[in-house]
């Protein structure tokens, strides 16, 4: 299984990358939307976490041009971030429309929780 991470902050990514291979899913970590696009040209992963506050392109827009390909059309699509949910879309129709299956809030879901949700989506 592969995840792919979309994480501006390194020591974050990292914190994420280690929780995720110690249950034994392989991590792939972008910086940014431009790089995440990139990679999955070449490499399909079996779910994506996205930060929605990324420089350049922001999260909102990786989660359109990625839903744009229609071989990706049915990867789990994850929102971790430090902003509210609210903040971004108060009626959840944007997330609805794009396929996402949770937006989770950082402050207040630990990553070992995070890990939980997503390898449980990715198991069935």
Do not use: N
């Not at 392109?57 to 989660?63: C, E, V």
């Not at 129709?93 to 989506?121: A, C, F, Q």
């Amino acid at each position: 299984m592969l995840v792919l991470i979309i994480e501006p902050d390194r020591i974050l990514a990292k914190e994420y990358k280690k929780a995720f291979e110690g249950i034994g899913i392989e991590v792939v970590l972008c910086s940014d939307a431009q790089s995440a696009i990139g990679l999955v040209d070449h490499q399909k992963p079996d779910a994506v976490i996205v930060e929605l506050q990324l420089a350049g392109h922001s999260g909102i827009d990786f989660l359109y041009e990625f839903r744009s390909y229609e071989d990706l059309s049915r990867v789990p699509l994850f929102i971790y971030s430090s902003v509210p949910e609210y903040a971004f879309d108060p009626d959840k129709k944007t997330w609805e429309s794009l396929g996402v299956e949770r937006y989770l809030y950082k402050p207040k879901v630990p990553i070992d929780r995070l890990v939980g949700i997503v390898k449980s989506k990715i198991e069935k």
